[in-house]
């Protein structure tokens, strides 16, 4: 549009321009300099270097306890998440009739999202009277403590989040149909079974959305807040403790700022590292298509 | 073996025997279609029993809540709506969802305007700095929120913005949200530029190609756009939990959370029928524009 000033495009942009100074990029540097002080919000923040860093990692146990149960948490939910998003899309990527029916009915469940509700469900399904231990019994099983027993309530978390698989589902299955069909045609016609056209042909196809899912469902599950503090309030003996409620009850009921400052940021650079890791490891295993390596 | 339905049966057209090539791949095409029926049931059940027992259960009466696993309540009744819609506060779950209109409204209005100028300057000019601000823009999509939520706060207390609705959505304004901005984008350059070019040959300005060529084109768009940002403004807890102090002003998530600590505990149906009150408005979001959802998640990921 040749006759404009160069810097119109500028003003169409200069409300993200603004969001990112005032939303973005302020906190995110204050956030930095905040984890080097001690902040109580009644006087003004006070410089004392690597304090918090020194209490984080030498002597606070509830710290440890926190990121052991996160990165355990991370561990447990995004591969099995991913696995079965993963499974529901190649099982649904087919001529059947109906096929719509299950898409939507799979789908719903992760439209929920999030939501209060959906949490509150939860802890009522797993209840030590819910419908899930009703079940057991009818099926002749002994009942679970699903939430009382500090070796479950985690996995039972994870449950829920598994439950709500469908975007990466509708991600990985815009991405199976578009895979050329002839690729499929030839391979059997050369004699390959079921299993061996998925592994050698499809996954290595569809690899830019696995890593594109494992990063965002990664970055999502370290930052898991509604399920724990709805469902467990992060018990029994802390085995839900998630580390974002623990920056939470830092920040919001302690009102140390500093110290929650400090986990947040303990908590970004794990969440960084690993991003990073993925995105330099990807150069072995993501193929995009137009290029020459395979 | 995903797109053997898709060869043609030419067997049928020419009338010649079947090979064994293709006896076998029909064999195989059956089977692998009676697996995936029995597979996709089993798991749709799984998958939508919680959602149907919730509904049933609202109209139940506890006792059959307890004694049942079946979903259909046996005499159903409007006891726990009736409970629930009073809540322990003073106020009736009605007020609560007033109170989240009033950080709905303002929210998805401010992106929708926000997200297409942004998205607008984005994808159709040229401007120095570009390049970095659009890396900015992808790199922020990765940015956890939990590293500016304090400082957040600590800012929005300064401004004396506590225990207001303003912290909420006053981001939105200013496209504080990248996905949906980036969402835009990847819709906007698909669409060809000929009608913008012959607008502005004609002597429209940028502003009124935006407003009378561009945005209609969109329109698709900013629905979905609308329509995420409406959901998860509904579902969104950790904003209005940080934010909202008085009883008075909570929306329907803390309510509910408010709800659980307050009822015995062995009053379930009057918070599940509010757990479904509160489900509703995001359900009927959702079948209302289903299709325009399922892309949008296909074309600009997304989270959730």
């Known amino acids: 549009m040749g006759g404009d000033s160069k810097y119109l495009g500028l003003w169409y942009v200069s409300p993200y321009i603004l969001g990112f100074a005032m939303f973005t990029a302020f906190p995110f540097i204050t956030s ?44 447990l939910t995004v591969p099995l998440k991913l696995t079965f998003a993963l499974f529901i899309a190649v099982v649904l990527n087919y001529r059947l009739r109906g096929i719509n029916v299950f898409r939507t009915a799979y789908y719903v469940p992760s439209i929920l999202g999030g939501s209060v509700a959906i949490a509150v469900l939860w802890r009522y399904i797993f209840a030590e009277a819910g419908l899930v231990n009703m079940i057991i019994t009818m099926l002749g099983g002994e009942p679970v403590n699903w939430f009382g027993d500090p070796g479950n309530a985690l996995f039972t978390i994870t449950l829920l989040r598994c439950w709500q698989f469908g975007s990466a589902m509708v991600i990985f299955l815009a991405a199976l149909q578009s895979v050329d069909k002839s690729l499929y045609e030839a391979a059997s016609i050369d004699g390959a079974g079921p299993w061996q056209i998925f592994r050698n042909i499809t996954l290595p196809l569809i690899t830019p959305v696995i ?16 399920g724990p503090y709805i469902i467990t309030q992060g018990g029994p003996l802390k085995s839900t403790y998630l580390l974002p409620l623990y920056i939470y009850d830092e920040a919001f009921k302690s009102f140390d700022m500093g110290y929650a400052s400090a986990i947040a940021w303990v908590l970004f650079l794990i969440i960084m590292v690993l991003t990073l890791l993925a995105f330099w490891s990807s150069k072995k295993w993501v193929y995009y298509a137009g290029d020459k390596r395979s | ?40 049931i089993v798991v749709g059940l799984i998958m939508v029993y919680p959602l149907l027992w919730l509904v049933g259960a609202a109209f139940k009466t506890n006792s059959e809540i307890f004694n049942s696993p079946w979903f259909w ?10 409970e629930g819609w009073e809540t322990s506060t003073p106020y009736n779950f009605g007020h609560f969802f ?25 994808a159709r000019f040229e401007f120095p700095g570009k390049k970095i601000l659009f890396a900015i823009l ?34 939105s304004w ?27 040959v004609d002597g429209a300005n940028t502003a009124q190609t935006l407003i009378f060529i561009v945005v209609p084109m969109l329109m698709p768009a900013i629905i ?61 979001v959702f079948f209302l524009a289903q299709k325009s959802f399922i892309e949008g998640i296909s074309t600009g990921g997304v989270k959730g």
């Open chain 2, 174 to 200: 200013v496209a504080g949200d990248a996905f949906f901005v980036f969402m835009v984008i990847q819709f906007l350059r698909a669409i060809p530029r000929e009608m913008e070019e012959a607008a502005r």
């Open chain 2, 1 to 40: 073996m995903v797109t053997l339905s898709d060869l043609p049966d030419q067997s049928r057209a020419d009338r010649t025997p079947p090979t064994p090539l293709e006896l076998k791949l029909r064999r195989q095409r059956r089977v692998s279609s009676a697996i995936r029926y029995v597979l996709l």
């Open chain 1, 32 to 75: 930095f300099y905040l984890s080097f002080t001690d902040y109580d919000l009644l006087s003004a923040p006070e410089w004392v270097g690597l304090e918090n860093y020194e209490k984080l990692f030498e002597r606070d146990r509830t710290f440890k306890k926190s990121l052991s149960v996160t990165l355990t948490y991370v561990a």
């Open chain 2, 98 to 122: 007033l109170n989240s209109m009033w950080i709905v409204i303002p929210k998805v209005i401010g992106t929708a305007i926000s997200c297409t100028l942004v998205a607008y300057g984005f």
């Open chain 2, 224 to 284: 979905s756009v609308c329509l995420f940002q409406f959901m998860w403004t509904m579902n969104d807890f950790l904003g209005p939990l940080i934010y909202i102090s008085s009883v008075e002003k909570y929306p329907v998530s803390i309510a509910l959370k408010l709800s659980i600590d307050a009822t015995e505990a062995f009053n379930w149906n009057a918070i599940l029928s509010m757990t479904v009150l509160a489900l509703i408005p995001s359900l009927v």
């Open chain 2, 138 to 171: 992808i790199a922020t999509l990765l940015l956890p929120d939990v590293v500016t939520r304090i400082p957040q706060y600590l800012l929005f207390r300064e401004l004396g913005w506590l225990d207001t609705y303003l912290p909420l959505f006053v981001p």
């Open chain 2, 73 to 82: 309540p046996a005499r159903p009744t409007l006891e726990g709506f009736r």
């Open chain 1, 211 to 226: 890593f594109f899912n494992l990063i965002m469902q990664t970055v999502q599950a370290f930052q898991e807040f509604n």
